[in-house]
């Protein structure tokens, strides 16, 4: 499926944002079990951001168990624009994707979804373009406040004019936590179910760990 054409300038991007927003759906993820195929997914770039270097990784068992890998290599051909980083990095995705042997039943990204200035993150395009659920979690903010977590695990609301678009959540006690929020099919309490249910010792869920790895091996091993 073709969501839209790829736009050059950052006015046709924000453009397609408010066009394609009302597109995505909020609401549970399917039951999620040891069945459940998860995909993480990440990228990497060269220094002179030439390059960058996707990488899907499917798992079962909550990021246990690897079923597939997938990866792709492209030309970076969007600028870097705050709150446009989707259309820099989905397409070096969608190739990564195209590239598997399984469909995944749920995707996470290391990038936002509607906790974004549009509703329209990294996790809402990317879910969007392949009709699968999508679920932003990203190590850093960007928008909206929240009250202090403690440092058990546990989660506490992202709100924007004191309405909640996501959550912050600590998986691991006394490690750093994540934004966490729906990008498409997915809803607040869902997503945050998915992110402290996944396996790993470490601050990313296992499949988003595990993807984020293999970035940097395959930009080092690139020619």
Same mark, same amino acid.
């Given at each position: 499926?073709?969501?839209?054409?790829?736009?050059?300038?950052?006015?046709?991007?924000? $453009?397609?944002?408010?066009?394609?927003?009302? #597109?995505?759906?909020?609401?549970?993820?399917?039951?999620?079990?040891?069945?459940?195929?998860?995909?993480?997914?990440?990228?990497?770039?060269?220094?002179?951001?030439?390059?960058?270097?996707?990488?899907?990784?499917?798992?079962?068992?909550?990021?246990?168990?690897?079923?597939?890998?997938?990866?792709?290599?492209?030309? +970076?051909?969007?600028?870097?624009?705050?709150?446009?980083?989707?259309?820099?990095?989905?397409?070096?995705?969608? *190739?990564?994707?195209?590239?598997?042997? +399984?469909?995944?039943?749920?995707?996470?990204?290391?990038?936002?979804?509607?906790?974004?200035?549009?509703?329209?993150?990294?996790?809402?395009?990317?879910?969007?373009?392949?009709?699968?659920?999508?679920?932003?979690?990203?190590?850093? #903010?960007?928008?909206?406040?929240?009250?202090?977590?403690? $440092?058990? +695990?546990?989660?506490?609301?992202?709100?924007?004019?004191? $309405?909640?678009?996501?959550?912050?959540?600590? #998986?691991?006690?006394?490690?750093?936590?994540?934004?966490?929020?729906?990008?498409?099919?997915?809803?607040? $309490?869902?997503?945050?179910?998915?992110?402290?249910?996944?396996?790993?010792?470490?601050?990313?869920?296992?499949?988003?760990?595990?993807?984020?790895?293999?970035?940097?091996?395959?930009?080092?091993? *690139?020619?």
């Amino acid at each position: 499926m073709s969501l839209h054409p790829w736009p050059t300038t950052a006015a046709e991007a924000e $453009a397609l944002q408010h066009g394609l927003v009302d #597109r995505v759906r909020l609401e549970p993820l399917p039951p999620l079990t040891d069945a459940t195929l998860i995909a993480g997914c990440d990228l990497a770039y060269d220094k002179d951001e030439a390059r960058c270097y996707a990488v899907v990784v499917v798992t079962r068992a909550w990021g246990r168990e690897v079923v597939a890998t997938a990866e792709a290599v492209r030309p +970076v051909e969007f600028p870097y624009v705050p709150g446009l980083l989707s259309f820099r990095e989905v397409p070096a995705l969608l *190739a990564a994707f195209a590239g598997l042997s +399984v469909t995944p039943d749920v995707v996470m990204c290391d990038g936002q979804g509607v906790a974004h200035p549009r509703r329209f993150g990294l996790a809402c395009h990317l879910g969007l373009w392949l009709d699968v659920p999508a679920v932003g979690c990203a190590k850093s #903010r960007l928008l909206g406040e929240h009250d202090a977590l403690p $440092a058990q +695990v546990g989660s506490t609301p992202l709100r924007v004019d004191g $309405a909640p678009v996501g959550d912050l959540v600590r #998986r691991i006690a006394g490690v750093k936590p994540v934004y966490v929020s729906p990008g498409h099919r997915a809803d607040r $309490a869902s997503a945050v179910a998915l992110v402290l249910g996944c396996a790993g010792a470490y601050r990313l869920p296992e499949p988003v760990r595990l993807a984020d790895i293999a970035t940097r091996v395959l930009r080092a091993e *690139a020619p």
